[in-house]
């Protein structure tokens, strides 16, 4: 026999089937509602029993096909989370380290025009320029740090403390004369002229690689000091100066417990300004100038 002629056979079965249990159904059902009529309802208890019956068989097997899926599933997903990395963010360190570089970030986005190295490696840009401002002493300064530096002079005086203003704004020609008469000093000595500016370039910059040829940095420290050769970073002056200067936009340029990090140790009178709200980030989170600009880059 084919399969068309089988498909034909059985279709032919179901037909009579059906026909059977449709007929089988409906006697069912007189024989229910005449019972029922009759004040008999023995036959409708045992046909909600048995529909019952097979509701909760139904339920039970669809529960049972449900789990076995469902452990399969779960398997499937535990495998998963176990190879999957944790969220870097769940690490309170790691969160916290994220949050404080977010902050810098958003801090030097709104302070960049103080936010800059200027030294060997990073020369000054060609063409700075910015607008002076004439101090009383006849040293000149950025004008836009003016307010926030006289603040803070004032704030010393008013602590009780007297200061000298060594050094502020150098043009790049008056740095140039520093510089080579520097070298000239060494080479009159006996060094080669390579020996001589490495020498230099200890303590005299290049010109274009000063801070103060940006108006941004000055040497400020007691009244007593007139040198580097008198300073002491243990005077009521300077140590108002270190612990407060922060206070009005600026940072100690060159600490003492950064020397590994700026490369200078003989600077701790020179004070740079970048502006209220980083002096404040700096000062809170222990960060030289070069740390702050690495978390932000």
């Given at each position: 026999?084919?399969?068309?002629?089988?498909?034909?056979v059985i279709k032919k079965k179901a037909i009579r089937l059906f026909k059977k249990v449709r007929k089988a159904i409906k006697r069912y059902i007189r024989k229910l509602v005449k019972h029922t009529k009759a004040g008999d309802y023995s036959i409708l208890i045992y046909t909600?029993?048995?529909?019952?019956?097979?509701?909760?068989?139904?339920?039970?097997?669809?529960?049972?096909?449900?789990?076995?899926?469902?452990?399969?599933?779960?398997?499937?997903?535990?495998?998963?989370?176990?190879?999957?990395?944790?969220?870097a963010t769940e690490d309170p360190q790691i969160a916290a380290q994220m949050q404080m570089k977010q902050q810098a970030q958003d801090i030097y986005n709104r302070n960049k025009d103080y936010l800059f190295l200027v030294d060997e490696s990073h020369p000054l840009a060609e063409?700075?320029?910015?607008?002076?401002?004439?101090?009383?002493?006849?040293?000149?300064?950025?004008?836009?740090?003016?307010?926030?530096?006289?603040?803070?002079?004032?704030?010393?005086?008013?602590?009780?403390?007297?200061?000298?203003?060594?050094?502020?704004?150098?043009?790049?020609?008056?740095?140039?004369?520093?510089?080579?008469?520097?070298?000239?000093?060494?080479?009159?000595?006996?060094?080669?002229?390579?020996?001589?500016?490495?020498?230099?370039?200890?303590?005299?910059?290049?010109?274009?690689?000063?801070?103060?040829?940006?108006?941004?940095?000055?040497?400020?420290?007691?009244?007593?000091?007139?040198?580097?050769?008198?300073?002491?970073?243990?005077?009521?002056?300077?140590?108002?100066?270190?612990?407060?200067?922060?206070?009005?936009?600026?940072?100690?340029?060159?600490?003492?417990?950064?020397?590994?990090?700026?490369?200078?140790?003989?600077?701790?009178?020179?004070?740079?300004?970048?502006?209220?709200?980083?002096?404040?980030?700096?000062?809170?989170?222990?960060?030289?100038?070069?740390?702050?600009?690495?978390?932000?880059?």
């Amino acid at each position: 026999m084919d399969f068309k002629g089988l498909w034909t056979v059985i279709k032919k079965k179901a037909i009579r089937l059906f026909k059977k249990v449709r007929k089988a159904i409906k006697r069912y059902i007189r024989k229910l509602v005449k019972h029922t009529k009759a004040g008999d309802y023995s036959i409708l208890i045992y046909t909600l029993f048995a529909v019952l019956a097979l509701v909760l068989f139904i339920v039970m097997f669809a529960n049972i096909f449900s789990l076995g899926s469902k452990k399969k599933n779960d398997f499937k997903i535990t495998t998963t989370e176990v190879a999957t990395p944790p969220d870097a963010t769940e690490d309170p360190q790691i969160a916290a380290q994220m949050q404080m570089k977010q902050q810098a970030q958003d801090i030097y986005n709104r302070n960049k025009d103080y936010l800059f190295l200027v030294d060997e490696s990073h020369p000054l840009a060609e063409g700075y320029s910015f607008e002076h401002h004439t101090l009383n002493c006849g040293l000149d300064i950025d004008k836009r740090i003016y307010n926030d530096f006289s603040e803070m002079l004032n704030a010393c005086n008013m602590a009780g403390y007297e200061y000298n203003i060594i050094n502020a704004y150098i043009d790049e020609a008056t740095q140039t004369t520093l510089y080579n008469d520097a070298v000239a000093h060494y080479v009159d000595q006996g060094l080669l002229e390579e020996e001589a500016q490495a020498q230099v370039g200890k303590s005299v910059d290049r010109p274009g690689c000063s801070e103060h040829e940006t108006g941004l940095a000055i040497d400020l420290t007691d009244v007593e000091v007139l040198g580097e050769e008198d300073f002491k970073s243990t005077r009521g002056t300077d140590q108002w100066l270190m612990n407060n200067c922060h206070k009005y936009g600026f940072i100690n340029r060159y600490p003492a417990n950064k020397v590994s990090v700026t490369g200078v140790s003989d600077e701790q009178w020179q004070y740079r300004y970048v502006g209220r709200e980083a002096a404040e980030f700096m000062v809170a989170n222990n960060l030289s100038l070069e740390e702050f600009l690495q978390l932000v880059q």
